[in-house]
């Protein structure tokens, strides 16, 4: 049988749940596309990770991809600082899956004066070093690199600069070097603030602007087109083939242009030439295609061979609704606005292939748990799973779900965050002048929110900066989904006392004079550092602060870290108060504090910068990153400390 395909890949395999002679449903196996960056990848402001730009880009262009995003806040390409990508579990799973395609996304927060003051000369360095990485044990992907978005407010201002100016022409270099393309996130938003609600993160709507670039630049360049030839059996789609035991197979993609062409499959093959032919078939198998032209353009397409009547054990199809516990069975009622969690297991053992899911209005997912939130009737149906291991062999099992009866409507749940860091309540307490975050739960549906000064959002996740007595006031936020629900919440912003509270005072002392001039204070600091060959540590915060009050409480009793304070730091704590009650003097000294700092507040407090013997901030620590649910992680602290040592810096 031959069977010609001239419609690219991408637009190829059916999604509906179809089962052939074995009671199988043929899927093929996809290329897969690993993303990895910071916030802005990871959709920390999105209304969930959903709606993050490389979940919209994943479903935009179909199931013969699967995008697999392993981003992580706060992180940076930068290799000597705690916030580092290569610090983070998700760095050896983004490894570990093996990506056809790797998309990096980071540059934002290396763009942070002070990380790039003291770091910005070996960015190149540290992303070859990262890229370098990938390609251990000789893999070869496909390489994007994406300039990062601008970041807005005059507060980002020298932020901005930088990562128009020294960011983006060194990811342009890297990418020259490599030959890799670079994917261009930060001309199309220039003086589209709209989209970044928060001066730096997407919205959803941004999101989805950010997904559409990436495809209109990754699926122009997967130019491969596939014939496939098999003497006894059937083709399934344009990369699928079900072949009887003994017969042959003969894979053909083509390109546009002239070129190289390279395969892998199963244990250990490889071959160099542009078609594949499999002869006397006994055992299946995954093969992989890669091209590259005269310009240095790559592509990649991914074949299944399966061998008819051979299966990759038996599914058992685990399922709950709305998280009532796990049940085997293939057939469930729900009520419209439930959640639908699949959950099966496979006797070939879970994590030896790959899971992929069809299922209703051309419904496509990978991965071996999934959920379906917020059924209603244009969802219920048939979800089909099918388990493909390397030898090519498929297993498969459907689900039938009925949606029926009276909607249920969520529970609305207030969480906020600020000095303590978030926590469920729908009633925050701000001090002025600093920021507040709220973002209720659920992370589905829609929510719509008015509050005092004209305050209006569309999103769930919402940031208010410098808050102040104006903005004092019920923030309604007006929730829906697709089930029909609708109800309402109301976060109530105060602000607050002057005093810290009646606990932390009782339980910790006081650490922060809050009568010197903090200037002066970090003058003294640095000619004692400079003295003794030390480094200056500045704990910038206040007695307002129960978390700066909790890590100098912290040192204070842990020896070691005492230890390590005395011998390498002058270590003091600087006190910020932008209150109003203090005076306009008081203000404005507590402002110019912070240009002397460079500006570390945006970080939180406590926060802490490290300066040399001459004054030169050589790093601002996010305290964030050193946190153990109400105190502080050991390890992370000395880590922290340790890194920052003048020995450390002469190394």
């Known amino acids: 049988m031959l069977c010609l395909f001239g419609l690219q890949v991408a637009k190829a395999q059916k999604q509906d749940v179809e089962l052939d002679a074995d009671g199988i449903m043929r899927v093929g196996v996809p290329i897969t596309i690993v993303t990895i960056g910071n916030s802005i990848t990871a959709g920390y402001s999105n209304t969930s990770s959903y709606w993050a730009w490389p979940a919209q880009f994943g479903r935009m262009i179909g199931p013969d991809y699967e995008v697999k995003n392993y981003a992580v806040s706060g992180t940076t390409m930068n290799l000597h600082i705690n916030a580092s990508f290569r610090n983070t579990g998700n760095y050896p799973k983004a490894k570990a899956a093996n990506p056809d395609i790797l998309v990096i996304g980071h540059g934002t927060n290396d763009a942070n004066v002070g990380w790039w003051k003291n770091w910005g000369h070996l960015f190149c360095d540290d992303y070859r070093s990262m890229v370098a990485s990938f390609h251990e044990n000789g893999r070869n992907p496909i390489l994007y690199l994406a300039l990062a978005p601008p970041v807005f407010s005059e507060a980002r201002a020298d932020q901005n600069k930088n990562i128009e100016e020294e960011v983006i022409p060194r990811v342009k270099q890297v990418a020259a070097e490599l030959g890799a393309t670079t994917i261009d996130f930060h001309t199309p938003f220039v003086g589209k603030k709209e989209f970044f609600p928060d001066n730096v993160h997407p919205s959803d709507p941004g999101a989805a602007r950010m997904a559409e670039i990436v495809k209109s630049i990754i699926i122009p360049q997967q130019q491969l087109t596939s014939q496939i030839k098999v003497k006894k059996g059937t083709v399934v789609s344009p990369t699928m083939v079900v072949v009887e035991s003994g017969s042959s197979a003969t894979l053909k993609p083509e390109a546009p242009t002239q070129g190289a062409w390279s395969w892998s499959g199963p244990n250990g093959f490889t071959y160099g030439k542009q078609v594949l032919k499999l002869s006397n078939l006994t055992s299946g198998g995954i093969y992989t295609v890669r091209f590259q032209d005269k310009e240095g353009h790559r592509s990649v397409l991914r074949y299944l061979v399966s061998i008819r009547g051979q299966k990759a054990g038996i599914i058992t199809p685990h399922v709950s609704v709305s998280g009532e516990g796990w049940k085997q069975e293939t057939t469930i009622s729900v009520r419209p606005g439930q959640d639908v969690n699949f959950g099966?297991?496979?006797?070939?053992?879970?994590?030896?292939?790959?899971?992929?899911w069809r299922g209703p209005n051309g419904f496509f997912a990978y991965g071996r748990e999934q959920t379906i939130s917020t059924m209603t009737a244009a969802k219920a149906g048939k979800y089909g799973v099918?388990?493909?291991?390397e030898q090519g062999r498929q297993t498969s099992v459907v689900y039938n779900i009925k949606v029926e009866g009276e909607a249920v409507c969520p529970k609305l749940v207030g969480y906020g965050h600020n000095e303590d860091g978030w926590r469920q309540t729908n009633a925050i307490a701000v001090k002025q002048g600093t920021p507040v975050t709220f973002a209720p739960h659920p992370m589905n549906g829609k929510w719509e929110w008015t509050g005092p000064k004209g305050f209006h959002s569309n999103e769930r996740h919402n940031q208010i900066f410098d808050f102040d007595a104006s903005m004092v006031g019920d923030y309604v936020g007006t929730y829906t989904n697709e089930a029909g629900c609708r109800d309402q919440l109301v976060i109530k912003l105060t602000l607050?006392?002057?005093?810290?509270?009646?606990?932390?005072?009782?339980?910790l002392p006081k650490v922060y004079n809050e009568d010197i001039n903090p200037l002066k204070q970090i003058d003294r600091a640095i000619a004692k550092a400079k003295k003794e060959g030390k480094f200056v540590i500045c704990q910038v915060g206040g007695n307002w602060c129960p978390w700066c009050l909790r890590f100098a409480d912290f040192i204070t009793n842990d020896t070691t870290i005492?230890?390590?304070i005395d011998e390498n730091f002058v270590y003091e704590h600087v006190n910020y108060n932008p209150r109003k009650s203090e005076g306009a003097g008081k203000i404005a000294?507590?402002?110019?504090?912070?240009?002397?700092?460079?500006?570390?507040?945006?970080?939180?407090?406590?926060?802490?910068v490290v300066l040399d013997g001459n004054g030169k901030v050589l790093h601002i620590q996010d305290s964030s990153f050193l946190e153990e649910g109400k105190s502080y992680n050991q390890e992370k602290v000395l880590r922290f400390f340790k890194n920052w040592t003048p020995k450390a810096l002469k190394k």
């Open 562 to 564: 005492t230890k390590m």
């Open 496 to 507: 607050a006392e002057e005093k810290a509270s009646e606990d932390t005072q009782k339980a």
């Open 344 to 356: 099966p297991s496979c006797s070939a053992g879970n994590d030896a292939g790959t899971w992929s």
């Open 386 to 389: 099918t388990f493909t291991d």
């Open 589 to 608: 000294q507590a402002k110019k504090m912070l240009e002397r700092l460079n500006n570390p507040g945006r970080f939180g407090y406590p926060v802490f």
